[in-house]
Nanobody, 120 residues
Framework: QVQLEESGGGLVQAGGSLRLSCAAS????????MGWYRQAPEKQRELVAT???????DYADSVKGRFTISRDNAKNTVYLQMNSLKPEDTDVYYC??????????????WGQGTQVTVSS
């Protein structure tokens, strides 16, 4: 079993910054891709940013130039540095990791979500 534990959410004023962290633990052979998604009530979960084990990144257009995703492979941890936050960034942010737990076992896991609220 794999657990993803998120931290770093909170309340910030527009223009401010927050840093989210997500640590994976459990039986982990390797993690190819880790990422952050966000979801507002009654809306679909949307991709924010992803990063592969060799550092290739992808971002939603709405966060390019403001958010930076990074990871520490030794710690199985992914980070999301969020700068120049806007009220429309207010959402629950979820960490995701595609984890290999055995020779033939690969599965996507999700964190429990962390609230980010940006006040205007």
């Amino acid at each position: 079993q794999v657990q993803l534990e998120e931290s770093g959410g909170g309340l910030v004023q527009a223009g401010g910054s927050l840093r989210l962290s997500c640590a994976a633990s459990g039986i982990i052979f390797s993690i190819h891709i880790m990422g952050w998604y966000r979801q507002a009530p009654e809306k679909q979960r949307e991709l924010v940013a992803t990063i592969t084990s060799d550092g290739n990144t992808d971002y939603a257009d709405s966060v390019k130039g403001r958010f930076t995703i990074s990871r520490d492979n030794a710690k199985n941890t992914v980070y999301l540095q969020m700068n120049s936050l806007k009220p429309e960034d207010t959402d629950v942010y979820y960490c995701s990791a595609r984890v290999r737990t055995g020779s033939f076992n690969v599965k996507a896991y999700w964190g429990q979500g962390t609230q980010v609220t940006v006040s205007s």
